[in-house]
């Protein structure tokens, strides 16, 4: 099994900035992608920002010019940078991995999520 863990969220004001981290470990082969979504309540969950190993990135265009995700490969690590924060950003943020496990299966794991909360 694949283990997601997500963290740093938190209560900040708008303009303001945030950190999320996230790692995947447990019976790992390969990690494809690692990637951040987020969901208010009532609302579907959307797509936040994705980066393949390969450094490919994707990022919703509500997102794009103020968050920045990045990965270490070798611990199965991403990051979100949250800056210029607004409170439309409030959410719960889910981190995502997808990959080859040791059983040479391919898994999609996420997260418990992480509570965003942009004040105004």
């Known amino acids: 099994q694949v283990q997601v863990v997500e963290s740093g969220g938190g209560l900040v004001q708008a303009g303001g900035s945030l950190r999320l981290s996230c790692a995947a470990s447990?019976?790992?082969?390969?990690?494809?992608?690692m990637g951040w979504y987020r969901q208010d309540p009532g609302k579907e969950r959307e797509l936040v920002a994705t980066?393949?190993?390969?450094?490919?990135?994707n990022y919703a265009d509500s997102v794009k010019g103020r968050f920045t995700i990045s990965t270490d490969n070798a611990r199965n690590t991403t990051w979100l940078q949250m800056s210029s924060l607004k409170p439309e950003d409030t959410a719960i943020y889910y981190c995502n991995a997808n990959g080859i496990n040791s059983s040479f299966r391919f898994f999609v794991s996420w997260g418990q999520g992480t509570q965003v909360t942009v004040s105004s």
């Open positions: 980066i393949t190993t390969g450094g490919v990135t």
């Open positions: 447990g019976r790992i082969l390969r990690v494809n992608a």
